[in-house]
């Protein structure tokens, strides 16, 4: 089966704009995390969806920052009013988890985002 | 809260030299372990993970990692690499109980002929 897609791949934005990354996790995962990959840091966590729950927005740098997941699949992380500081790889990532910390997570290709 | 240190941003090797990339991680409770790879212009993918058990994981590409609860480490080894192993490595920590890891900044192996 198909794995973890992220569209688009690049996006190049100016500042003040709003973004929109969608994300297309493995079909049945329960689980579903943004993270957000800036040149020479470790994968930073946005936010995490479980099933139903109401998502752990606790990585969410500001306000500008929101995340939904439809239906229990597709996640589209929106970004408002870009800076510049905002630019980094966005990644995906899903897992068959019910919240035990052990499964191994299945991660998109990301989306390279770009503030001018 | 737990916090995960990779102590060497890029590590340079000559093709089938040794190599050891280190992790180390605070946590005031059980953990799990977790090496991830992103080779150039991909997403990260397990490469090998410690649950319980043994303390010594393998992978399928002769990379292996031994826990040291003492130590609180988690180290990367391989005795001999290939240019392909050349990519970025993460080292991530579970707790148990948690759904969030904690992933280190990465280790860039760069691997010369």
């Known amino acids: 089966g198909a794995g973890v897609s992220q569209s688009p791949s690049n996006k190049v934005t100016e500042k003040g704009k709003d973004v929109e990354l969608r994300c297309d996790p493995i079909?049945?995962?329960?689980?579903l995390y943004w993270y957000r990959q800036s040149l020479g840091q470790g994968l930073e966590f946005l936010i995490y969806?479980?099933?139903?729950?109401?998502?752990?927005k606790s990585g969410l740098p500001s306000d500008r920052f929101s995340a939904e997941r439809t239906g229990g699949s597709v996640s589209t992380l929106t970004i408002q009013r870009t800076q510049q500081e905002d630019s980094a790889v966005y990644l995906c990532?899903?897992?068959?988890?019910?919240?035990?910390?052990?499964?191994?997570?299945?991660f998109g290709p990301g989306t390279r985002l770009t503030v001018l | 809260a737990q916090s995960v240190t990779q102590l060497d941003s890029q590590v340079p090797v000559f093709e089938e030299a040794p190599v050891e990339l280190r992790c180390n991680y605070s946590?005031?409770?059980?953990?799990?372990l977790f090496w991830y790879v992103q080779y150039p212009n991909q997403g990260l993918q397990l490469l090998l993970k410690?649950?319980?058990?043994?303390?010594l994981v393998e992978s399928i590409n002769g990379f292996e990692a031994e826990f040291n609860k003492s130590q609180t480490s988690f180290h990367l080894r391989k005795p001999s690499v290939h240019i392909s192993d050349t990519a970025e490595y993460f080292c991530?920590?579970?707790?148990?109980?948690?759904?969030?890891?904690?992933f280190g900044r990465g280790t860039s192996l760069i691997v010369h002929p």
């Open positions: 969806f479980q099933g139903n729950s109401a998502p752990d």
């Open positions: 410690y649950l319980s058990g043994s303390t």
């Open positions: 991530a920590v579970s707790e148990r109980g948690s759904y969030i890891p904690t």
């Open positions: 990532a899903s897992s068959f988890s019910v919240g035990q910390g052990y499964d191994e997570q299945f």
């Open positions: 946590s005031s409770v059980s953990v799990y």
């Open positions: 079909s049945g995962h329960t689980a």
